[in-house]
T-cell receptor, first 111, second 111 residues
Framework: EAQVTQNPRYLITVTGKKLTVTCSQN?????MSWYRQDPGLGLRQIYY???????DKGDVPEGYKVSRKEKRNFPLILESPSPNQTSLYFC??????????FGPGTRLTVT | KQEVTQIPAALSVPEGENLVLNCSFT??????LQWFRQDPGKGLTSLLL?????REQTSGRLNASLDKSSGRSTLYIAASQPGDSATYLC??????????FGAGTQVVVTP
């Protein structure tokens, strides 16, 4: 089944404790991206990757890192999480600018 | 900078009525436009994708139109059902694959 998976689905952590949210797709898509969704602010792009080893900043990249060492995986790294990074995170993938497929989301709480 | 607006922000209709959801965007240089459905606390499900060269796209009870020159898209849902209750998001894609989302229209269909 074609899908985008994210782990973990739910995470509660403390300020400053490094964490990684994994994202994996099985559709051989070149394009992958991360979004965060906040009430009143909608969905905003954090980082995107157009292919292996090619990444770039989206609209709200501060406090986040990404890497794309394999085509199928695009992890999101929070080196020192802060409470303002409490949010619902989505990973997405597509073939170039075609239809985008979203993962189920990761709800992160930073205390 | 591309801005995407969805009106109304919320909509409540009795079962059986047709739904009309509006989306407008400020920059007509889009690659495609996608409509998504999001259930509370869940991920995004792609409903329809309209390429910039197309005027409309249909899937079952759903029909989406696109007028790129005026920066507008409309999603029609015929004969609404309680199961159609959700938030509907539109997003425009640029040639790099980046999605810019509207804030969404929250729909409630009452039995």
């Amino acid at each position: 089944e074609a899908q985008v998976t994210q782990n973990p689905r739910y995470l509660i952590t403390v300020t400053g404790k490094k964490l990684t949210v994994t994202c994996s797709q099985n559709m051989n898509h070149e394009y992958m991206s991360w979004y965060r969704q906040d009430p009143g602010l909608g969905l905003r792009q954090i980082y995107y990757s157009m292919n292996v080893e090619v990444t770039d900043k989206g609209d709200v990249p501060e406090g986040y890192k990404v890497s794309r060492k394999e085509k199928r995986n695009f992890p999101l790294i929070l080196e020192s999480p802060s409470p303002n990074q409490t949010s619902l995170y989505f990973c997405a993938s597509s073939l170039g600018s075609r239809e985008q497929y979203f993962g189920p989301g990761t709800r992160l709480t930073v205390t | 900078k591309q801005e995407v607006t969805q009106i109304p922000a919320a909509l409540s209709v009795p079962e059986g009525e047709n739904l009309v959801l509006n989306c407008s965007f400020t920059d007509s240089a889009i690659y495609n436009l996608q409509w998504f459905r999001q259930d509370p606390g869940k991920g995004l499900t792609s409903l329809l994708l309209i390429q910039s060269s197309q005027r409309e796209q249909t899937s079952g009870r759903l029909n989406a139109s696109l007028d790129k020159s005026s920066g507008r898209s409309t999603l029609y849902i015929a004969a609404s059902q309680p199961g159609d209750s959700a938030t509907y998001l539109c997003a425009v894609t640029d040639s790099w694959g980046k999605l810019q989302f509207g804030a969404g229209t929250q729909v409630v269909v009452t039995p």
